[in-house]
């Protein structure tokens, strides 16, 4: 069984088109966290989210927006898609909080052309 | 604001021969992780330091966290084409965490 998957493994879509990606956990854990990795693989974190209240909104475009329906999932949708918004998105999750080990997917690679 | 400095970036080390990484923090930190991504892949947990001067051991890796918890590195001893990656330190301080750069490792057979 998948502990942290993400949905979907590629994405290639045009410069101004709305996407989202899907993340799951079926660990039990209570908080969910968004990362973006660039073409350098510099990892940075987005969004993170504890029993469905944002925690962690780091300085990201207001285009980027977590959404929570419940403790499992968190999604990551993305208005207006910029060039620069290319890179591999991490999705993760933990128990009780961030300086807890964090439990990857595999990710998803957004490609805008 | 709080950085995390990670060296050297790039490694490239027979096999066989040691590996070290080193993580700096501009600012006391409460705990540190270390991570492993292999190319293509996710990152991994490895392990977790606490306490100042602390020492962990996993086979062949041995992982350092600072007397003034600002500092850690993670060390390879004999490496092995398994341990081709990048090795990740993000430290934790006031319910935030900040990943270093990262130190990708190429094995040369």
């Known amino acids: 069984d998948t502990a942290v998957s993400q949905t979907p493994k590629y994405l290639v879509t045009q410069m101004g088109n709305d996407k989202s990606i899907k993340c799951e956990q079926n660990?039990?854990?209570?908080?969910m966290y968004w990362y973006k990795q660039d073409s350098k693989k510099f990892l940075k974190i987005m969004f993170s989210y504890n029993n469905k209240e944002l925690i962690i909104n780091e300085t990201v475009p207001n285009r980027f927006s977590p959404k929570s329906p419940d403790k499992a999932h968190l999604n990551l949708h993305i208005n207006s898609l910029e060039l620069g918004d290319s890179a591999v998105y991490f999705c993760a999750s933990s128990q009780f909080g961030i300086t807890y080990e964090q439990y990857f997917g595999p990710g998803t690679r957004l490609t805008v052309t | 604001g709080q950085q995390v400095m990670q060296i050297p970036q790039y490694q490239h080390v027979q096999e066989g021969e040691d590996f070290t990484t080193y993580c700096n923090s501009s600012t006391t930190l409460s705990n540190i992780q270390w991570y492993k991504q292999r190319p293509g892949g996710h990152p991994v947990f490895l392990i977790q330091?606490?306490?100042?001067?602390e020492v962990k051991k996993q086979k062949r890796l041995t992982f350092q966290f600072g007397e003034a918890k600002k500092n850690s590195s993670l060390h390879i001893t004999a490496t092995q084409t398994t341990d081709v990656g990048t090795y990740f330190c993000a430290g934790h301080r006031d319910d935030k965490i900040i990943f270093g750069k990262g130190t990708r490792l190429h094995i040369l057979p």
């Open positions: 660990l039990g854990h209570d908080t």
């Open positions: 330091l606490v306490k100042s001067g």
